[in-house]
């Protein structure tokens, strides 16, 4: 990338070289037009510098993922064995938090706001399995991914840890497809989710 960045940079000097020296004053504008190109090729580098920590954030952070995430995600999705479950970073490895077991296609709406209710300022990762009847008399069903991260209350340093390593923990649970974040209580609203699952389902 640097490289063509390079080769870019030096046809846009012989060109001014070239055409430039036709004006009185072009040694002056050659100068400023090349200090303005070599800041900005800096600032790009720079923003490549950036994408690459976010990047690699996750792997340099020593994060790990657990087994407990995908077996966690297989059994929502295969046996319907839980409704909902929370995933926490205890000792840098991503783990199983807190689980409920499904109570029946009537209490989905229930049963998010109970797990609204146990999430705390602490960031987690939620595993939600929605399961509805739609307006039109349809079933439909999915599991999805929540970051919580909570704006006002939660630390930085966690904050930074669960962002960057969301995609590690999402990427767990093979067929995943619908994902969302909330940075507060009244972000985790049943109805938004409801409908963009129903939207998605049909």
């Known amino acids: 990338m640097f490289a063509i960045r390079a080769v870019l940079f030096l046809s ?9 020296y036709q004006e009185d004053n072009a040694n002056g504008e ?10 900005r090729l800096e600032d790009e580098e720079r923003g490549y510098e950036l994408q690459d920590l976010e990047k690699r954030w996750g792997s340099m952070s020593g994060i790990e993922v657990g087994p ?32 409920s077991a499904p109570r029946g296609i009537e209490g989905d709406e229930a049963q998010f706001n109970e797990m609204k209710n146990t999430l705390t300022s602490q960031p987690r990762y939620v595993l939600f399995d929605f399961h509805f ?14 970051l ?15 962002a960057s390593t969301k995609d590690f923990t999402k990427n767990a649970c093979r067929g995943l497809s619908l ?15 409801r409908a963009k699952v129903d939207s998605v389902s049909r």
């Not at 077996?71 to 807190?98: C, G, H, P, Q, S």
């Not at 009847?133 to 929540?146: D, L």
């Open 12 to 20: 846009f000097v012989i060109n001014v070289l070239v055409n430039g």
């Open 30 to 39: 050659l100068k400023v037009l090349l200090k303005r190109l070599q800041e």
């Open 133 to 146: 009847i739609t307006s039109t008399g349809r079933e439909a069903r999915k599991v999805v991914f929540i």
């Open 179 to 193: 994902e969302f974040s909330a940075n507060s209580k009244s972000d985790l609203n049943y109805e938004t989710y």
């Open 148 to 162: 919580w991260i909570d704006d006002m209350r939660s630390r930085i340093s966690d904050r930074m840890t669960y």
């Open 68 to 99: 407990d995430v995908s077996a966690t995600f297989d059994d929502m999705k295969l046996t319907n064995k839980y409704k909902w479950a929370t995933f926490k970073i205890e000792n840098r490895v991503v783990v199983l938090d807190k689980t």
